[in-house]
């Protein structure tokens, strides 16, 4: 693990390196920086009412939980409402299985909780 430094970088590190290191780092959160907003700016309308998120898939008419995807960033609030599996055929590289891995773990873990009853 890297540490944060002000002045020298950390013992037995390369400068150099280091440098080029929070370079790239800092141009991948600079081209983030605009999808982060969008998605921000979603939670924050879907919180105060002024979106409102359906119940059924746009693209295969499903009930399933729905994610939302922005076509274009620079209009935040314009998402369409997609199942994780149409957001993986619509979206490159996005993986719908890690947001179905974590739902099965959390129904898995509902299941074992022992019941109350006597």
Known sequence: MTSWW???PPAGEDPQKTLRRLAIQK?????????KRAQYLVAAAL???VLIKPV???ECHKERKLEAHHADYSKPLEVEW?????HG????????R????????ERRAK???PSTTN
């Open 6 to 8: 002000v002045g020298k």
């Open 27 to 35: 141009r991948h959160r600079e081209s983030r920086r605009p999808k």
């Open 47 to 49: 919180k105060r009412g």
């Open 56 to 58: 059924l898939c746009e």
């Open 82 to 86: 997609l199942c994780p599996r149409c």
């Open 89 to 96: 055929k619509r979206q490159p590289g996005y993986n719908p």
């Open 98 to 105: 890690k947001s179905e891995r974590k739902r099965d773990l």
């Open 111 to 113: 299941c074992r909780r």
